[in-house]
C-alpha cells in the first residue's frame, strides 16, 4: 500500500513568488493534515481537512496561504506570494477517519526554502 | 493554549546503552500521547502511543512512561543501536483537539 506522497520534495523560490504543495494522502482516509516545521522548532498544526471539508484552519500564519482538497483525494497548499519566513519544512499527515484516526500517517515533506 | 516539550534539543549515547528522551506537557485535558520517530530525509513515523487510562506500554525495545501527576512523559529506547539515530517528537492530543507536537531531541547513538 503506498503511503503519503507530497510533491515536490524540495522547492527554492524568491520572495514574492508563488508555491503549491501537493500531498496524496493513503488512499481511504478523509483525515487529511498540514503541518509546518521551521528549523529547530516544533512541528507546527497548520490545518486539518475531513474530507474535502476544512475541519480546522487555526494554524494558517495568514492569508498567504491558501489550502484546498477538491473532491476529498489530494490537497494542495498555496503560497502566495513567499516571504522568507514561509521557509520550513512543509508535512502532510493522513489519517482513517474510524477509530484509530489519532495515528497520523506523514509524508516525507516539503522542504520550501524562500530566497 | 496546548504547548510540548522537551527537556533536552540533543542527546548523545552509547551503543548498547539505553536511551531516555523525556518530555512535557501542559493541557491537563490531553488523553492521548504518541511518540514520533523521524529519520534524516523522511517523515515522522508512528512508534508507540499511550492513553491516559495507562502510566506503561511497551513495544519492541520501546517503552513509553506517562505521569499524568507532572504531565510528564518519556520514552525509553533499550540496547539502542546506530539505527536509532533520529530526532524524537513526542505528540499530545485531548479530545477532538488537534495531535500537537513538541520541538523534538536528536538522538545521536555513538558507535
Known amino acids: 500500500e503506498a503511503g503519503v506522497t507530497q510533491f515536490p520534495s524540495h522547492s527554492v523560490i524568491e520572495k514574492g513568488q508563488t508555491v503549491t504543495l501537493r500531498c496524496d494522502p493513503i488512499?481511504?482516509?478523509?483525515?487529511l493534515y498540514w503541518y509546518r516545521r521551521v528549523m529547530g522548532k516544533e512541528i507546527k498544526f497548520l490545518l486539518h481537512?475531513?474530507?474535502?471539508?476544512?475541519?480546522?484552519e487555526s494554524g494558517m500564519p495568514n492569508n498567504r496561504f491558501l489550502a484546498e482538497r477538491t473532491g476529498g483525494t489530494y490537497s494542495t497548499l498555496k503560497v502566495q506570494p513567499a516571504e522568507l519566513e514561509d521557509s520550513g519544512v512543509y508535512f502532510c499527515?493522513?489519517?482513517?477517519?474510524?477509530?484509530?484516526?489519532?495515528?497520523?500517517?506523514f509524508g516525507s515533506g516539503t522542504q520550501l526554502s524562500v530566497l | 493554549g496546548e504547548s510540548v516539550g522537551l527537556h533536552l534539543p540533543t542527546l548523545s549515547v552509547q551503543e548498547g546503552d539505553n536511551s531516555i528522551i523525556n518530555c512535557a506537557y501542559s493541557?491537563?485535558?490531553?488523553?492521548?500521547f504518541i511518540w514520533y520517530k523521524q529519520e534524516s530525509g523522511k517523515g515522522p513515523q508512528f512508534i508507540i502511543d499511550?492513553?491516559?487510562?495507562?502510566d506503561k506500554r511497551q513495544g519492541q525495545r520501546v517503552t513509553v512512561l506517562l505521569n499524568k501527576t507532572v504531565k510528564h512523559l518519556s520514552l525509553q529506547i533499550a540496547a539502542t543501536q546506530p539505527g536509532d539515530s533520529a530526532v524524537y517528537f513526542c505528540?499530545?492530543?485531548?479530545?477532538?483537539?488537534?495531535?500537537?507536537f513538541g520541538t523534538g531531541t536528536k538522538l545521536q547513538v555513538i558507535p
Open positions: 499527515a493522513s489519517s482513517p477517519l474510524q477509530a484509530g484516526g489519532e495515528k497520523l500517517f
Open positions: 505528540a499530545s492530543k485531548g479530545g477532538y483537539q488537534k495531535v500537537t
Open positions: 499511550i492513553r491516559s487510562n495507562m
Open positions: 481537512f475531513v474530507k474535502e471539508s476544512k475541519q480546522d
Open positions: 493541557n491537563s485535558a490531553s488523553d492521548y
Open positions: 488512499s481511504g482516509h478523509d483525515n
